[in-house]
């Protein structure tokens, strides 16, 4: 049975950083293309960055390009997602999400994957 989980969420401060953390088990993500979301109460959830499956492409959420950094440590199944100088318009709850491809491009559509973390919740706040 495959799962998600993510971790490092919580409260950080403005002009602080962050990492997040997603945990695979049941799924080999050195064959995944691998997303990460966020989503405020009312709002559609919105792609912030992706990493193929072999790590050679990564993308990211326009407005957010130069704080965030997305990395793979397929040692240990897991992709990471560095914000840094997080905003208190960065506070979401942020998803991991996974799908199977070959592809070398991955994509910040929430249809693109098939997998899907519960998340965890990040708080902007001084």
């Known amino acids: 049975q495959w799962q998600l989980v993510e971790s490092g969420g919580g409260l950080v401060q403005p002009g602080g950083s962050l990492r997040l953390s997603c945990v695979a088990s049941?799924?080999?993500?050195?064959?995944?293309?691998v997303g990460w979301f966020r989503q405020v109460p009312g709002k559609q959830r919105e792609g912030v960055s992706c990493v193929t499956w072999n790590g050679e492409g990564e993308y990211y959420l326009e407005s957010m390009k130069g704080r965030l950094a997305i990395s793979r440590e397929d040692t240990q199944n897991t992709v990471h997602l560095w914000l840094t100088d997080p905003k208190p318009e960065d506070t979401a709850d942020y998803f991991c999400a996974a799908v199977h491809s070959i592809s070398r491009t991955c994509q910040l559509s929430t249809s693109y994957y098939d997998y899907w973390g519960r998340g965890t919740p990040v708080t902007v706040s001084s």
């Open positions: 049941g799924l080999m993500l050195n064959s995944y293309d």
